[in-house]
């Protein structure tokens, strides 16, 4: 940084201070309506990114094929269930939710910045490689729910 934007810096500082020392109150009020604001459109874009048509805009194919992830979750009987693609494509609980939300902005990266045969690569490696799928979604997910007391749940009501 250089002399500069360093005193612009202090400067800017130095005003923040005054105003609050002169309108304590005021800063306050400003200070939760700046945090309430911030907090609400996080909450509503991580709500908004995880519906299945947020992950179509990526994955738009609508027959066979390595894009047709949406497509052919909704022939499924797990979207007729509600179960959407963060039941099986995310740990259990909030930290395993906020986890696939960061590491989901890769996906805006390869997006943006990797070539169409290098996404096609990736979205066909499960076909031939099991192991991969096992990686990709590890059963610990599926038995979240598919456990006897669930099921037992599911089928009586
Ligand atoms: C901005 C475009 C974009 C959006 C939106 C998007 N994806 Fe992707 N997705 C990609 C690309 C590109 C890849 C391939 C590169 C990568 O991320 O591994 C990918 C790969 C994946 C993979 C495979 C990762 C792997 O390692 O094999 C999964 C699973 C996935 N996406 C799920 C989702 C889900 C679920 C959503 C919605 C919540 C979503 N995607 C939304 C672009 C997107
Ligand atoms: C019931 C669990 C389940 C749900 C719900 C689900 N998926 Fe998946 N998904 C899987 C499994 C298991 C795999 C790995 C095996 C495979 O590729 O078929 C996978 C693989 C993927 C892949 C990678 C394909 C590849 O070959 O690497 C993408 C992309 C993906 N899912 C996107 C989605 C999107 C988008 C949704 C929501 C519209 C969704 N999934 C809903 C279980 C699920
Ligand atoms: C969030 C909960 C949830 C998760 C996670 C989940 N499922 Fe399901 N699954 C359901 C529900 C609910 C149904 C619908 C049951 C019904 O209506 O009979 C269902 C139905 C099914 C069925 C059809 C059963 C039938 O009788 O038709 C299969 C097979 C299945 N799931 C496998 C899986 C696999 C494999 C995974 C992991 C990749 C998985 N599920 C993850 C909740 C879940």
Redesign the pocket.
Known sequence: MNHRENCLIKKIIGRIRDFTRNRPKLSIVLVITFVAIFTFINVEAIYHTSKPNFCALCHPGTGPGPLSQVYTWRQ???A?????CL??HAD?GFFGYMQAKVLGLYDVYAEIFKTEEYKLAVLSRSINNPSYSAKL?P?T??????TDS??QQ??TT
């Open positions: 499924n009987v797990h007729g269930a509600g179960v959407s039941d099986c259990p979604v059963s997910r599926c038995l979240f729910c598919h669930v099921n599911i089928r």
